[in-house]
């Protein structure tokens, strides 16, 4: 295990140096140099200025050979010195610790509800088999499964911004909280931002719990036709207890893995919807940098995502590990 | 003595035939497949259509195929620019000669321009705004400004389905060699590309396609084809590692050795016919991915550069006239995004089950 840990780490480091080397030849070949004005750019107010310019490339060594600017780039990266975004004039990694709270907003609340919701829908399609309740949430759930979350964020921003608009079921569009947010009470702060999430909370939910309810649905066939099960029954076991504590308490090994692999999508996976609820989160940042051509921030991102990405795998892998002692890694 | 003998002894059905007879029963996954079906021709001959550019016309003497130009804008003959024809084929064919005959598109709407008044006898131009509503003219309603939706919904398909299908071969043709030469060599070479694909894994392709964006000055279709399939291919490699390590033991591989076969007939004429149903179940669902990626880019406004209309950029131009409520500007191409991503996965789990040893015999 000890080993196979290490050998995991040293992978994540190189394919972080692979990332890393990547991205910072990404920043040497920008058209150009990308300090230096860009026609393209029409827009003057996102040109770097002189000042940028000059902290930029001490930042990004580019005066210097490469193998000693990436170095620098390099260290000044672990010493989280990200530099500074000069679309917003503020330190980079002050810019993405303010938008980490509003995806993890999120995203842990569409995971909670995800998780909470997909457990007994999968119980209970379990115990209905094959009758015909259970073959239509079933047949919904594909659906679901099936239907891109930026489609259905479309469409229920149309439906509940736009079509109800003045009716009581009226959504906001956009957005994590109203103009008029700072003047209101704390019941009527914490109301609006209920009704601003709502939406956002939903698209990225629907998707994720018509996985897990598979999932949990599929497992729990398997498991349900063990010897086990048939002795739980026998002994005179109710089929609730039987169905909680003999049959589900054996799916929860799988179970348990799938919350490794959602990690990475956990702060990277809202990126999209982010963009099209202009939810103030990470992904609205990159979204807002690229446009902007605010490298450092979009390098830094970039990056961060990457951590993510291989974090999330890794911790995938040991958790799969600790959930069943069978698994051994050589 | 010429009494027939009736055969002892009959071929029994190969394993692909078996999988196809099986996968023919599922009614869905077959409905799914003739919808992909009717999409790929509706992508092939899109401009025949939809579109204002004749199929096939005689001009002057000569034979054109005009349409082409919606393929390629160069294999329009120059000829229609050199005599001013400014787009409007119907009138301008008519009046520079009166000898010419044209066959035209299905539906007479163009995805990169508004139809005018009068272009077409008896034609009214396609309305803007507000009362661009679906009608039996615009059949999808029209943009803001006056674009057919339908037609650019026609003309989209072509993206649509080339990305998932460009995107995903990159990625399959990747992933089936490394896999097959890991699965197949052992040892060291295993080794190396096993690590590879877990480099590879954790490679987030969607935000690299997004850097990527503020770097190069115009991302094509096809860089972001490029950079899906080479971030994508790591599924397919693994699974087509491990079946080769499970078939690289078996008899007929050892026959083939024998017969004197080299390393590379072995692996791809002997081992990957027979690794290759596991395979097709990534593959299948790959496409879908590919083509949500790009949708979701375009619509966002950093995927393919206009003017190819894809329907992500319907989405796009959708997303900005959603607060007047032109709702058939999000409802149609959404729809047409959410069939076909719905089509390849019931595709994809027919194939699944269909290839899947442990079925075999129950299905009989």
């Known amino acids: 295990m000890v080993s196979y840990l290490l050998r995991r780490l040293l992978i994540g480091l190189v394919t972080l140096a692979m990332i890393t080397c990547m991205i910072y030849g990404l920043i040497r070949s920008m058209p150009g140099s990308p300090l230096d004005a860009d026609p393209a750019m029409m827009d003057p107010s996102k040109m770097p200025s002189k ?280 | 003595m010429n009494r027939k003998v ?79 024809f400014r787009r409007v084929y119907p009138r301008n064919l008519q009046r520079k000669d009166p000898d010419s005959w044209a066959l035209w598109p299905l539906v007479y709407q163009d995805p990169h321009r508004p139809v005018r008044d009068g272009e077409w006898e008896g034609l009214e131009g396609n309305p803007f705004g507000a009362k661009g509503q679906p009608s039996g003219k615009n059949w999808f309603g029209t943009y803001k400004t006056g674009f057919d939706v339908f037609a650019s919904m026609v003309h989209g398909t072509r993206i649509a389905l080339l990305v998932g299908f460009v995107s995903t071969g990159i990625a399959a043709v990747i992933g089936i060699t490394l896999g097959a030469v890991a699965g197949y060599m052992g040892g060291v070479v295993d080794l190396t590309i096993s690590r590879l694909i877990e480099m590879v894994m954790c490679v987030p392709a969607l935000v690299l396609i997004l850097a990527l964006q503020a770097v190069i000055e115009e991302v094509s279709i096809w860089n972001i084809m490029m950079l899906l399939g080479l971030t994508g291919w790591t599924g397919m490699a693994r699974l087509t590692r491990g079946e080769f390590l499970k078939l690289r033991e078996t008899e007929f591989v050892a026959a083939a050795r024998c017969l004197g076969a080299g390393r590379i007939r072995i692996m791809f004429r002997h081992v990957l016919p027979n690794a290759l149903a596991p395979v097709m179940v990534p593959i299948v669902f790959g496409i879908a991915a590919g083509i949500q990626v790009e949708a979701a880019l375009s619509l966002l406004g950093f995927g393919a550069p206009p003017p190819n209309p894809s329907w992500g950029t319907i989405l796009h131009s959708g997303r900005e006239t959603l607060q007047s409520g032109y709702w058939w500007q999000v409802v149609f191409p959404g729809l047409g995004i959410f069939l076909t991503v719905l089509a390849y996965n019931l595709i994809g789990e027919g194939i699944q089950e269909a290839t899947d040893p442990r079925l075999a015999d129950s299905g009989n």
């Open chain 1, 51 to 330: 000042a940028d310019i000059q902290r930029m490339r001490s930042v990004y060594g580019l005066d210097k050979p490469l193998h000693l600017a990436y170095w620098q780039w390099l260290k000044n990266t672990t010493s989280l010195n990200l530099g500074t975004s000069y679309s917003q004039k503020k330190p980079v990694a002050e810019l993405i610790s303010d938008r980490v709270w509003p995806t993890l907003q999120l995203s842990l609340t569409s995971l909670l509800l995800s998780y909470l919701l997909a457990v007994p829908m999968g119980l209970y399609a379990t115990v209905r088999s094959g009758r015909a309740d259970e073959r239509g949430l079933s047949f919904a759930l594909y659906m679901l499964y099936s239907f891109p979350s930026f489609v259905a964020a479309l469409f229920l921003q149309l439906l509940f911004a736009v079509k109800l608009e003045g009716t009581w079921l009226e959504l906001p569009l956009l957005g994590n909280h109203s103009n008029n947010y700072e003047e209101m009470g704390d019941a009527a702060q914490a109301w609006d931002s209920f009704k601003h999430m709502i939406l956002p909370v939903t698209c990225f939910t629907y998707g994720s719990l018509a996985y897990y309810c598979r999932f949990v649905k599929a497992n729990m066939e398997e498991v349900i036709r063990q010897d086990y099960i048939r002795t739980a029954r026998a002994k005179g076991l109710g089929p609730i207890r039987v169905l909680i504590h003999h049959a589900f308490r054996n799916t929860l090994i799988p179970f348990v893995t799938l919350l490794g692999l959602t990690l990475p999508g956990l702060l990277g996976g809202a990126i999209i919807l982010e963009g099209i609820f202009n939810w103030p989160g990470m992904g609205l940042l990159f979204f807002s940098s690229i446009l902007g051509r605010d490298y450092p921030t979009i390098m830094s991102l970039t990056l961060m995502f990457s951590i993510l990405t291989l974090t999330g795998q890794l911790l995938a892998d040991i958790l799969y590990a600790f959930a069943d002692p069978r698994i051994r890694y050589s």
């Open chain 2, 6 to 84: 009736p055969d002892l002894v009959t071929a029994s059905p190969g394993f692909w035939q078996q999988s196809w007879q099986r996968f023919r029963r599922r009614k869905l996954a077959m409905f799914a497949l003739y919808f992909i079906g009717l999409l790929s021709m509706v992508a092939i001959f899109s401009p025949a259509i939809a579109g204002t550019k004749p199929i096939v016309c005689r001009y002057k003497g000569e034979i054109y195929f005009p349409c082409l130009g919606y393929y390629n804008p160069s294999w329009e003959n120059p000829i229609f620019q050199k005599d001013r």
